[in-house]
């Protein structure tokens, strides 16, 4: 089992900085990425910004140029950097981790879920 744990999520007003992490344990053995989801209230969710092996890196349009995605290896770690909230980012943000194994089969993990708020 992979366990995903977030944290950095609160209350910020607009035109203010995030910072989230989610850090990655248990039986790791071959992240192919790492990524970011989002939930309004009434909405699906959606995708905010993912990092595939390798580097490369894929943002929802809603958020380029204000959010930054990037990872620590070593750590098994994602972050999200986020600049310049909207109210419109106000959401639970989900942490996902996907691995494929050496048959082909694709896992998928997620972490609870951390609250943003943005305030107008």
């Known amino acids: 089992q992979v366990q995903l744990v977030e944290s950095g999520g609160g209350l910020v007003q607009a035109g203010g900085s995030l910072r989230l992490s989610c850090a990655a344990s248990?039986?790791?053995?071959?992240?192919?990425?790492m990524g970011w989801y989002r939930q309004a209230p009434g909405k699906q969710r959606e995708l905010v910004a993912i990092?595939?092996?390798?580097?490369?890196?894929n943002y929802a349009d809603s958020v380029k140029g204000r959010f930054t995605i990037s990872r620590d290896n070593a750590k098994n770690t994602v972050y999200l950097q986020m600049n310049s909230l909207k109210p419109e980012d106000t959401a639970v943000y989900y942490c996902?981790?996907?691995?494929?194994?050496?048959?082909?089969?694709?896992?998928?993990?997620w972490g609870r879920g951390t609250q943003v708020t943005v305030s107008s």
């Open positions: 990092i595939i092996s390798g580097g490369r890196t």
């Open positions: 248990g039986s790791i053995f071959s992240i192919n990425s």
């Open positions: 996902n981790t996907r691995m494929i194994t050496v048959v082909g089969e694709v896992l998928d993990y």
